[in-house]
């Protein structure tokens, strides 16, 4: 395997363990595809463990030093408030088709907020998370609207700076998830 390919490997088992959303199973199958993908002579199954090892062990290592209240736990904050103002919140899922059935499942929602897993992955590298806001009907929000400014003011009260740009929220943050697998 070139060291790009091991980089790149490495890469995605760390953002995969710090979404701190996945479960082993989820990481060691993502793991397994990518190698059989792009290490084709490699053998998965020792290798996927021990990425994901170096992984977890480097997690570990930093999260020692965290805060005890991090901005994902802040963030959780945010997210169960806006459960209880009846907005449908979908965390870590693979798309916007995902995020709309739950939405249409829900009972009288008042909206939908959501980020997919690839929004945590940027997040964990660049420390900017995107959230999706949508009204009832899957409309986007736009600005001025009332639905869209209570999100912000939220947010803003549990103090992340977050701007409304080309129909997502940009929500500035340090991605320190603890993870247990």
């Known amino acids: 395997m070139d ?3 091991a980089r790149e490997l490495r890469g995605l088992a760390r953002v995969l363990v710090r979404s701190g959303y996945a479960d082993h199973a989820a990481i060691t199958a993502a793991l397994t595809e990518a190698v059989q993908e792009d290490a084709p002579s490699m053998d998965a199954a020792a290798l996927v463990p021990l990425l994901i090892g170096e ?17 994902p736990d802040r963030l959780d904050a945010v997210l169960s408030e806006l459960e209880k103002l009846g907005l ?35 997040a964990v590298d660049f420390g900017m998370l995107e959230l999706k806001l949508w009204h009832p009907d899957t409309a986007n929000v736009a600005p001025g609207e009332p639905l869209l400014e209570d999100v912000l003011a939220l947010l803003h009260e549990y103090d992340f700076p977050a701007t409304f740009d080309e129909g997502r929220i940009e929500v500035t943050l340090d991605w320190k998830r603890r993870v247990t697998l």
């Open 88 to 122: 449908v919140v979908v965390r870590y899922t693979s798309d916007h088709h995902a995020a709309r059935q739950a939405l249409e499942a829900a009972a009288d929602p008042n909206g939908l907020v959501f980020f997919t897993d690839t929004d945590v992955w940027h």
């Open 3 to 5: 060291e790009r390919t």
């Open 55 to 71: 992984a977890v062990m480097d997690l570990n290592a930093e999260s020692a030093e965290w805060p005890s209240a991090t901005d």
